[in-house]
């Protein structure tokens, strides 16, 4: 567990294969600076090396998961401040890795911050969420992936609407749009995104990986593509140990004992 200070991000490693990574700006409502996303990709980077970590949860705490990219570096720096190759390689850690991540969203999530919870796997969202993508109204758009990655989740009507009005939507519009997996009451939106993260860490991370690269590649890949990438997945799975356990412990009535081999 990380203390409470001056780290943009507070990592809880207490829990068995399951990590929180709290964002934690609150004067700045998590605004997502250089630095903050610097750290997150490094904690991300920690726990792919761990190679015990089977989720990651990220929430922005009880309020605010994240207001977008931090104004004021851009203001100070202009486009270099979200155009910079450290910038890059740190979203693509995040976008890259075969570690489930789930986002818990409470209170806003725009800009930035809404495309760090479009990068996770899963989204729960509270009563209170709001997202959206609102550069517009500072006379730019998004900027790190919100105009190809919110198309492929709503469509091309609704990410247009939402890109070129700058307006938000809340939680339940956000469920009708895919934009969230569930809505649950404020005060249970991290613990139940725990509760799913507790959930898929009882699986081998080896099968995590796999099934999530599958799914993920469909966004880029044709069905014919993506079913060939799912084949070669299942085929990689089967050479492992624990896709050996998994098929003893069901003919054995027991709970497989995953090592991620």
Not at 65 to 70: E, M, T, V
Not at 172 to 195: C, F, H, P, T, Y
Request: glycine residues 8%.
């Amino acid at each position: 567990m990380v203390a409470e200070g001056t780290s943009p991000v507070l990592a809880d490693t207490s829990r068995d294969k399951v990590w929180l990574l709290r964002l934690n700006r609150p004067d700045k409502r998590n605004a997502i600076s250089n630095e903050m996303l610097q750290v997150l990709a490094d904690q991300v980077r920690f726990a792919e090396q761990s190679q015990h970590v089977r989720c990651i949860v990220i929430s922005g705490g009880e309020t605010c998961f994240s207001a977008g990219a931090d104004i004021k570096e851009m203001r100070d720096a202009g486009i270099e401040a979200i155009q910079n190759r450290s910038r890059s390689e740190n979203w693509t850690v995040l976008e890259t890795t075969r570690i489930p991540m789930i986002a818990a969203v409470n209170g806003i999530c725009l800009g930035g911050g809404h495309e760090l919870a479009m990068l996770c796997d899963i989204v729960i969202a509270s009563n209170t969420a709001v997202f959206g993508q609102p550069e517009i109204k500072l006379g730019h758009i998004p900027g790190d992936g919100a105009t190809q990655r919110l198309r492929r989740i709503v469509g091309k009507y609704a990410a247009m609407q939402m890109i070129l009005t700058g307006e938000t939507v809340d939680a339940q519009q956000a469920l009708k749009l895919g934009l969230a997996a569930e809505v649950v009451a404020a005060e249970n939106s991290e613990d139940r995104a725990l509760e799913i993260a507790s959930l898929i860490a009882r699986h081998s991370l080896k099968a995590l990986g796999f099934a999530k690269d599958a799914v993920r590649a469909s966004d880029e890949l044709s069905l014919s593509a993506g079913l060939e990438r799912e084949r070669r997945n299942i085929a990689l799975a089967f050479t492992t140990k624990d896709q050996s356990e998994g098929m003893s412990a069901f003919f054995e009535k027991r709970q497989p004992e995953f090592k991620d081999e």
